[in-house]
């Protein structure tokens, strides 16, 4: 059933043309394998108000300032279209990498290899951390709001102050470029996947390498960290809020590995068929996100898969998990969608839209904003109760 879900896109800038009394904008439809199918709204004027005219294949079903939501008749799938509220122009170049803080301050990093601390509120950029050698791939702030983390082509992750700029901390122990970090609780302690196929906890505050949680792997792209109900005592007083986490982790060959941190055990492995670009955790199962374009949900316990989602085959490069068994995948093609886990909710998608086709690299949610980096160097801003109330 799945494969009969068409991936259904609009025009960047749909929110504009739509308020306009002459306007047209397309609305296409694609079927996996199959041609698009491409239509145009158009903007009529009536009675002094603006109405939105579609051909027989979508439904009107309604719409405000920044959201407009359809229905595709062919399919019966409902897609809400949610327009960015602001979209930051910080970077010159793509956008690697976007983390923001609950303080509505935010880090991001470009091609142009800089790493900027900037208000998300007025995009006035506060910081430029200057000490990586090459591009920074991540940044994540820590839950204070205050501290950064970030790693990079130069195989060290590096420890900032958001507020004076300053680098106390460099941790280096890769032979390759670490692709992603995630951070342990408070952030005491931290974990580096890399290119050399290891995983790496961290003591932050002796500088040091803990132990490889994982080692010897293929390529590692991506990771991700979540609690069990497994805990152990940790001996070490240097390993702070290891005891009850699990370290999953995306490979470019496409092997999924679930580890216990404490234990340093293997849970599972889980081979897909395309590389691994991206794991988050929703309601106690996996989500990834392939370069083939599935997004594959997995049970946390053993791997098996519990659900796939293949309704495109542009690679998915970015997820991250939202509340109420929701999570959001970006693609290289400029599509932002949020999912539900939840049955219900099947034949439902939120598009998030405003990028022109350049691929989404990175997501963040802090409680109330959805930020998407994206490869045309904005930095695009959604409400999330725009997001939120279409699975209520």
Sequence with gaps: MSNQIPVVTIQSDWNDVVRLPKGEAWISSKILNHNSIHDKILTTLSDGKVKINFSDNYQYVSSNPLCLVVKHVASGLRVAFVAPSKAHKIHSKAVLSVSVAENALAVSSCEEDKLLVWDTRTSEVILNLKGHGGPVYKCR??????????????????????????NPVTLKGHSMAVCDIAIVERGRNVVSVSKDGSAKLWDVGEAKCLANIIAELPQINCCTITTTNDEVEVENEREIGTSNKLLIVGCETGLVVCAHVARRELIFSKQLDSACNAVTVVEQSIIVGCSNGKVVQLDIRNGSILKEWHESANPVLSAAALPNHTFIVG?????????????????????LTG??????????????WVFAGCRDSYVRKYDFNQINVHFK
């Design 355 to 368: 990028s022109d086709c350049d691929g989404i690299r990175d997501l963040s949610f802090n409680g109330k």
């Design 141 to 166: 702030y820590f839950p204070s709001g205050v501290v950064v983390l970030s790693a990079g082509a130069d195989g060290s992750c590096r420890i900032w102050s958001a507020e004076t700029g300053i």
């Design 331 to 351: 693609r290289q093609d400029g599509t932002c969608t949020v999912f539900s886990t939840l049955e219900t909710y099947s034949m439902l998608r939120v598009q």
